[in-house]
């Protein structure tokens, strides 16, 4: 993860562009990202069953959703609930037995990988003893899984985002409350660039940050680009005294 400058960016290539105004989680993503991909109802059908869950076909959707009068996107999920505790080897065994295509097996491992990194400095133990609770459910495997083919589809050579809004408050989790942003968070913040907002609660998830720093993420301003396709998407939460959403688009470097 870098600091981006822009300096000998390839004319002509993809860029993208996201501004996380109140956060970022792994469900905004693979919401910004198929829309910005164009992706349809099918080909999101097709990538949930690419990656082993053909009963899931229409239980995940981007559809429209609005928030005081502003009209945008977000992600819905019907999942069945279930208890799996799953460690960074039965993740990475799950994406390498898919038929996803190998760069997004690739990106959607490194995303795990980055994330049992942290936990296992948060729990102080290696991160192939991690099991993910919340984090190996069944949506974080899907968000990561669709959130890094699409990424691979669109191929930027540029992914820039502004800087991340970080709040106190806390977090209801597995391990009872923690304070925000949560330990694993804290620890994948390193590198990035963050903002305080006036708010509380959780606005960057640990999957959200764990797959920015997966498909390199620059922070900077906007790149000189022609833009072509872009999206605003809300998350599940709504967060009192701050412009809520993330803004994302797509362009051509010029």
Do not use: Y
């Not at 076909?57 to 502003?70: D, H, T």
């Not at 977090?171 to 949560?182: D, E, R, T, Y």
């Amino acid at each position: 993860m870098q600091h981006s400058h822009h300096h000998a960016l390839p004319k002509g290539r993809t860029a993208l562009v996201l501004r996380p105004n109140s956060g970022v989680s792994g469900d905004i993503l693979v919401a910004g990202l198929a829309r910005l991909a164009g992706a349809t109802q099918d080909d999101l059908d097709q990538s949930v069953a690419a990656l082993g869950f053909p009963d899931l076909k229409g239980k995940l959707r981007v559809a429209p959703r609005s928030l005081g009068e502003i009209a945008g996107w977000g992600l819905e999920l019907e999942l069945p609930h279930e208890h799996a505790h799953r460690n960074l080897a039965d993740i990475t065994a799950l994406f390498e037995a898919s038929s996803i295509p190998e760069a997004a097996k690739g990106l959607a491992v490194k995303a795990f990988s980055i994330l049992a990194e942290a936990e296992g400095r948060v729990h102080g133990v290696d991160p192939a003893e991690v099991h993910f609770h919340e984090v190996g459910a069944l949506d974080s495997i899907l968000d990561t899984g669709l959130a890094a083919i699409l990424f691979a589809r669109l191929d930027p050579a540029l992914f820039v985002s502004g800087p991340l809004p970080i709040c106190d408050g806390t977090i209801k989790c597995a391990h009872g409350l923690l304070a925000s942003p949560a330990p694993a968070v804290s620890i994948l913040l390193e590198g990035a660039a963050v903002r305080g907002i006036e708010s509380t609660g959780e606005t960057v998830t640990p999957t959200g940050i764990a797959l920015l720093k997966a498909f390199g993420v620059a922070f900077g301003p906007w790149p000189s680009m022609t833009v072509e396709a872009q999206a605003l998407v809300f998350g599940t939460r709504v967060l009192e005294g701050v412009p809520n959403g993330a803004q994302f688009a797509k362009g051509t470097l010029t």
